[in-house]
């Protein structure tokens, strides 16, 4: 009966004040929604990278060979050649594939008009290491790159631009002084953040091909791929090492992954999690200071209330109480709503995303977490600003807020 006493007069005297209560709730409803929705931009923010960087293989190894100096340009006995291709695949534990390419720029001829394009030639497990997606026709056969076959794959945009009506698979396309029969159209998975000799306007060849029309029996971009994350570190350090036992005292090789990328965004994304969060929290420190004046005036004006409460036997206690539950009212529902809006916006994202042609998967996350920390938090925050004018109102004199006016 006490509880329900003192929950009912609380409702009252918030009905009795419905205006006041809204905009003191509005600072509650703004500070709660935000933190839902900062720390669901930055999960949104952080898979997202982390996707790119992963649909490229953030178990991917990296290496080229570098000039030792400004001016001085790179030794061609330094070069990475196929035999170190497969001293690091036979040589290095945890490498799942491997791949070398190189590119040279070149003309697509077709019907008198040339397209300028960047000849790409590579090796087998390039598809593999890649990610790379062909919505038509197929990757290389071993028969291609072991007899150098004059085949070839189009990036989508290229495809559009020299086949625009027609299906290229199976077309011939001049490439320089060379034919080609087009046996595919293929595309990456993801963005490869500059980490890529494919550009929109590219072809790929089979290595052995660009090799022999080229004279140029050496990679300018080697891959490795660790069979494990954890194994991503080893493998560069022994790639490094392979690469630098295989050629002269002083060839230089840049040997690098995308694990530091992955973990600076990580890293970048948590730090602005935390900073937007502290933000949302100032809002709701902002709020609660709000609760606790508007509180304070609601004393001052129902002194009278308290009074006659008191002096018919209304207990401290009760009067705490019945202010306290005002303000965990007021800020629990401002929560509520908050946290309703907050919920909301993401989910309606995430239904347009699935009408609009937005890539597959692309979804907006939701921390549950971060739903209840918000409401708790918000709670908490009408709670501690609200106990000082309930205790004020607790602590009046019967005699006095009866002599009130």
């Known amino acids: 009966?006490?509880?329900?006493?003192?929950?009912?007069?609380a409702i009252q005297a918030l009905r009795a004040n419905k205006m006041r209560a809204l905009l003191t709730m509005l600072g509650v409803i703004i500070g709660s929604g935000c933190i839902v929705l900062v720390v669901t931009v930055g999960l949104a923010g952080k898979r997202f990278i982390i996707s790119e960087i992963e649909g490229v293989g953030s178990n991917l190894v990296l290496a080229e060979a570098v000039a030792p100096g400004v001016s001085q340009s790179l030794n061609v006995a330094d070069q990475i050649t196929p035999?170190?291709?497969?001293?690091?695949?036979?040589?290095?534990?945890?490498?799942?594939?491997?791949?070398?390419t190189n590119a040279i720029p070149a003309v697509v001829t077709l019907n008198g008009t040339e397209h300028p394009v960047n000849l790409v030639g590579v090796t087998a497990e390039f598809e593999q290491i890649r990610r790379l997606l062909i919505p038509r026709g197929r990757y290389f056969d071993e028969d291609d790159l072991m007899?150098?076959?004059?085949?070839?794959?189009?990036?989508?945009?290229?495809?559009?631009?020299?086949?625009?009506?027609?299906?290229?698979?199976?077309?011939?396309?001049?490439?320089?002084?060379?034919?080609?029969?087009?046996?595919?159209?293929?595309?990456?998975?993801?963005?490869?953040?500059?980490?890529?000799?494919?550009?929109?306007?590219?072809?790929?060849?089979p290595f052995t091909l660009l090799r022999d029309y080229t004279g140029t029996p050496y990679f300018k971009s080697f891959y490795a791929r660790a069979a494990r994350s954890e194994d991503v570190a080893t493998v560069t350090e022994a790639v490094q090492e392979t690469l630098e036992s295989r050629h002269r005292v002083g060839a230089q090789y840049h040997v690098w992954n995308l694990t530091s990328i992955l973990d600076a965004a990580k890293k970048i994304s948590t730090a602005l999690t935390v900073v937007l969060v502290g933000i949302a929290l100032i809002a709701l420190t902002i709020s609660g200071i709000g609760i606790m004046n508007i509180m304070l005036v609601t004393v001052t004006e129902r002194t009278r209330e308290i009074g006659?409460?008191?002096?018919i036997g209304a207990p401290r206690d009760a009067i705490l109480y019945q202010f306290l539950m005002e303000a965990i009212v007021i800020s629990g529902t401002g929560a509520l709503t908050g946290i309703g809006i907050a919920v909301l916006i993401p989910a309606i994202a995430n239904f347009l995303f699935r009408l609009l042609p937005v890539p597959e998967g692309v979804t907006i996350p939701l921390s549950w977490t971060s739903v209840v920390v918000a409401f708790v938090v918000s709670c908490s925050t009408g709670l501690i600003f609200g106990y000082l004018p309930a205790s004020r109102a607790a602590g009046l004199q019967p005699t006095e807020s009866l002599h009130y006016e």
């Open 308 to 311: 006659i409460r008191k002096a």
């Open 147 to 205: 007899t150098r076959s004059k085949v070839c794959l189009l990036t989508e945009q290229l495809a559009a631009e020299v086949f625009p009506n027609d299906d290229p698979v199976g077309k011939e396309i001049r490439v320089g002084d060379l034919h080609f029969t087009v046996i595919g159209v293929f595309k990456e998975r993801v963005a490869s953040f500059g980490e890529t000799e494919i550009t929109p306007e590219s072809l790929i060849i």
């Open 83 to 100: 035999a170190d291709l497969e001293a690091v695949k036979q040589g290095v534990p945890h490498v799942g594939q491997v791949a070398g």
């Open 1 to 9: 009966m006490f509880w329900g006493e003192t929950w009912s007069l």
